[in-house]
């Protein structure tokens, strides 16, 4: 019996090893993968800085303090600017988020604490269903119905759009997006919160609404922050949906809800097929943008969010 229990702990540790390998494989490949995407979209990014393109039979390359600073997207033959439409892309997140989180929060709320069960496990489904909508469609419903409500209320104000094409389309349309992402974090949040701090806070004589507000979503913070970082994460990388309604101006920056504006995803993929030599890799050069953007606003918010927990354990 003993030597039979040994060649079984033998065998299960075998197994163990092989599956850890396997595993440790495939996080190794897909490290691999993204490292060589980030390579490739570096190298073919910094081309136009340093090697010089014939146009025209004329050989150009382009200015970095000008690609950086300049409120122009596009002027002949060689001067591309990209700084406005950094601006650009913050406004839009930063007024989605403002439209979201709140949404998100109290969605999170009603359906983890306050909700009958089977109407929380109904909207919990709808939420992941809307989680796992293709960005496309978002930009669909956009152009056919939130374009034209934004038209007709710019009407109502006596001013002008695109049809419809504008920033507070691209706006709601990120909005719309982002609130399943926030939701579903912020859910499962808010759930782990012990029912010893619930049942504390109503013995001490508060309302169940106070307790929800000044206990449970204080003690989950953490977590709807991490929300909330997955939820930026994805405005600044949505690119489908917003070049879709978003009018996709030439110059800028414009903070006029109803004018149109242009974001550096939407910079990346219009016309990205129809281009060639430095027109094609100086998009490229938008998505080194892009990612320096996403990684320092990542860290930044995670660093945040390190501070909300370390006051959370005080």
Known sequence: MIQVNTKKIERKTIIDKAVKGLFMAIAIMCAMIIV?????????????????????????????????FNNTWYRGPNIYGVGFIVLNTFYVTILSLLIAVPISVLTALFIAKIAPRKISIILNAVIELLASIPSVIYGLFGVGVITRMVDGL??????????GQS????????????????????????????????NGSLALGASKMQTNFKVVLV??????????????????????AVSM??????????????????????????????????????????????????????????????????????
């Open 36 to 68: 060589m995407i980030a390579i490739f979209i570096i190298v073919k990014g910094l081309s136009p800085f340093i090697k010089k393109y014939n146009i025209n039979g004329s050989y150009y390359r382009v200015s970095v303090s000008k690609f950086i």
């Open 154 to 163: 710019a009407n109502i104000f006596g001013l002008q759009t695109a049809g």
């Open 245 to 314: 309604v978003c009018g996709n101006a030439i110059s800028g920056p414009n903070f006029s809800l109803f004018g149109t504006t242009r974001v550096l995803t939407s910079t990346m993929l219009l016309g990205l097929h129809e281009s060639s030599g430095l027109d094609y890799d100086i998009r490229f050069s938008v998505g080194v943008v892009l990612i320096l953007i996403i990684l320092i606003t990542n860290l930044g918010l995670n660093m945040l969010k390190n501070r909300i927990g370390n006051a959370n354990g005080k």
């Open 167 to 198: 920033t507070l389309s691209a706006v709601l349309v990120l909005a719309i997006m982002i609130i399943p992402t926030i939701t579903m974090v912020s859910i499962t949040s808010i759930k782990a919160v012990k029912n010893d701090l619930i």
């Open 219 to 240: 003690s989950a913070k953490s977590g709807i922050f991490s929300g909330i970082i997955l939820g930026v994460g994805r405005a600044l990388g949505e690119a489908t």
